[in-house]
């Protein structure tokens, strides 16, 4: 099988099943060669689930627990972790392999990075992340301020690459490695640039724009170029295909609450709290996407409500991430 069989709305809720479980907020999900599944988790860590269902957190703060709200994470060589902060103190943290949790990147280009949605490790293993707004997260989503920006950490240090993102969410570069690929979700679309080999973004061209109800959130690549594209709110399921056709595979929402918010976003009055609330039948606010397994064609969503993983079979797999062989 193969993508050709992906069609609009080939995906049922009958294709879900739940076997990972015990999580707290699990918004962002790796997968690993070893079968092992990785959740980010409110308990100040990442939550490894084994193929045999043990759970181990990586990092935890129980003492300041609202300091530290993991988000995106990068699984490094060495067994440490690189996350996202969406907690009081912002920036990128590590997790040590002994558990500690110590500052990592808290200032780019001279300003001081306040909460970071997303981090991600590339082939090269360059460090991506993504801050979706320099304002506070506790006041109303906006679809004009586009003050988010996306940063590089390689081999010459922290840069901001580019900017001018209305909320900037995940991000990923293309099989080939010559593309880079974001999306913006208040801006209810994908966006992508010609990638230079120092690491550099240019050409900004848009991939794809949605409508009503599409938040664009997590993305992962296939083996076969395809890019798939989930949305909070209505758990939409995207694959843009390598010629660029958007195919809606799945939907689950109800209408009156996605209106709902459409009109609070449209006002000015849309706060995180309403995002988050889990209206929908079988899926729990997805948020993000990895393909696991051992032929990478088990799918895995991460989500921001819920303390459990959906997951779903694939028929085309997916692109190996750099940590692949080592998580």
Sequence with gaps: MNSATIGP???SASDFSFAIENLQRPECVLCGSSGAVYA????????????DGTQTLIGGNPDAPERFKPNGYVLNRD??????????????????????????LMEVDGVAIPTVNFVWMDDLERIWFCVSSMRPRDIPFSTTEADGFIGLIDAKGARIVADGFIWTNECRIDPQGSRFYVNETFGKRTTAFDLDANGDLRNRQTVAE??????????AFDEEGGLWVVSV???????????????????????????EVERRLAAGELHSSFVYEPHSSVLLNTSSLAFGGQDRKTVYLGCIAGDRIASFRSPVAGHPPVHWTWA
């Design 9 to 11: 709305n080939c995906l």
């Design 233 to 259: 709110v209505t758990n939409r399921i995207f694959r843009i295909s390598p010629e660029g056709d958007v195919v809606l595979l799945f939907e689950d929402f109800e209408p009156d609450h996605v209106a």
């Design 40 to 51: 980010s988790d409110l308990r100040s860590g990442v939550l490894k689930t084994a193929p």
């Design 79 to 104: 067994g440490s972790v690189i996350f996202a902060n969406l907690g009081v103190d912002g920036g990128l943290w590590k997790i040590g392999t002994d558990g500690a949790i110590t500052p990592y």
């Design 210 to 219: 949605y409508g009503a109800g599409t938040f664009p959130d997590g993305l």
